[in-house]
């Protein structure tokens, strides 16, 4: 556990260093950004982590259709990566000088993935920006569609989980 959380870390810091701009950038939404993100969940008292690099799509200022390539991995589970796909309505209070604001997002999604672990989900956050640092975070409802998903030592997980992710300065945009 202690590892998971010190690589979730290091990757989040190193996205606050690379993508600083984002959070400066964005007068209103740009058409395309990027991001990195974290977070954690735990199956049968066993803790996982999950790495999300995302590619964000503003069709509207409110709709942001984000892509993410994601790796979760853990000591007792084996290790999942694929693609997670959602749509998610947002709204955002800045100030005039969007030196500070705050930003809500929610929507639903459909997770491809490796080892039987495709799945619908919902997830929602909130992010604080206050002179170009984003911090947020929030949860992500998994509902698995296999109920034949076993752990490395063969026992059962199960069909819905709650993870919960951090945000840390958010990304780049094109």
């Known amino acids: 556990m202690k590892k998971s959380i010190a690589l979730l870390f290091c990757v989040l810091s190193f996205s606050v260093c690379s993508f600083a701009a984002y959070g400066e950038s964005r007068g209103s939404s740009p ?26 799509w503003f069709v509207q200022d409110w ?3 984000r892509n993410a390539l994601f790796t979760q991995f853990g000591s007792t589970i084996d290790t999942v990566y694929g693609l997670d796909t959602a749509l998610l309505a947002q709204t ?3 100030t005039s000088g969007r ?32 002179a170009g640092l984003r911090l947020g975070g ?16 063969q026992e059962r997980l199960p ?9 840390l300065s958010g990304g780049g945009t094109f």
């Open 63 to 65: 709709l942001n259709w």
């Open 31 to 56: 058409a395309l950004s990027y991001d990195l993100s974290g977070g954690v969940g735990s199956y049968n008292q066993n803790s996982y982590t999950e790495i999300d690099l995302g590619l964000n």
């Open 99 to 130: 030196g500070a604001g705050i930003e809500f997002f929610a929507g639903p999604g459909l997770r491809f993935a490796n080892e039987d672990s495709n799945g619908a989900f919902a997830k929602a956050g909130v992010i604080f920006a206050l």
């Open 159 to 167: 069909q819905d989980a709650v993870q919960y992710f951090i945000i």
């Open 138 to 153: 929030g949860a992500q409802f998994t509902h698995y569609y296999s109920d034949t998903r076993e752990d490395k030592n």
């Open 92 to 94: 955002s209070f800045y």
